[in-house]
């Protein structure tokens, strides 16, 4: 396409070029990310820890919110096993896709902690709340908290109407 570009005269038709070629990048950036989504690549090569700070970073830079990434040195020592982290990643893609959709929230935090032996990962945001149903039924949270017990974990939803929602995963004896 950019050959072709410089072989057309009229400037309309480059303009056509132009925007073409601006398609095309957009589908291949879509693609990348859709690959990215069914197969965390970065998982494997940098670890959960990193893979979810870049995770913020791509979802703040796509939705606009204010995200912020709190995860102590110590946490963000530990490896938790490929099938863990897979799923801990899945969950928070799920809680982001949540947010932007739902939430219209203005800050995102993800923080993790240790105590004792359990690993404590939380996703809040400052957005409309919601009433968290005590067993859900929807596929999204459904599918989080099948995830979370899948690892012998469990997932919470903290939430008020009108003042933000808080998605907790405990994995107790996780840290070794
Ligand atoms: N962060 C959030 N803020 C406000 N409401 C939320 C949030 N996350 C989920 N919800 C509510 O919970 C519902 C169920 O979520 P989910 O099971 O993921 O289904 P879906 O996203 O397909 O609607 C959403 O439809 C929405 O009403
Ligand atoms: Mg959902």
Known sequence: MN???????????????DDML???GQAMGAVRRILTDLRPGVLDHLGLWAALEALLTEFQQ??????????PAQVEQCRLGREAEIALYR???EVLTNISR???ARDVSLRART????????VSDD??????PSQPTSFGLLGMQERARALGG??????TQGAGTTVRVTLRGAIA
Do not use: F, N
């Open 3 to 17: 050959w072709l570009r410089r072989q057309l005269p009229a400037p309309a038709l480059q303009t056509k070029l």
């Open 62 to 71: 796509r939705s606009g919110l204010s995200c912020h990434y709190d995860c």
């Open 154 to 159: 469990e997932l919470e939803i903290d939430s």
């Open 22 to 24: 601006a398609i095309a």
């Open 115 to 122: 105590i004792g032996r359990d690993l404590l990962l939380e």
């Open 91 to 93: 969950i928070v893609q």
């Open 127 to 132: 957005g409309r709340g919601m009433i968290a």
């Open 102 to 104: 739902h939430a219209q």
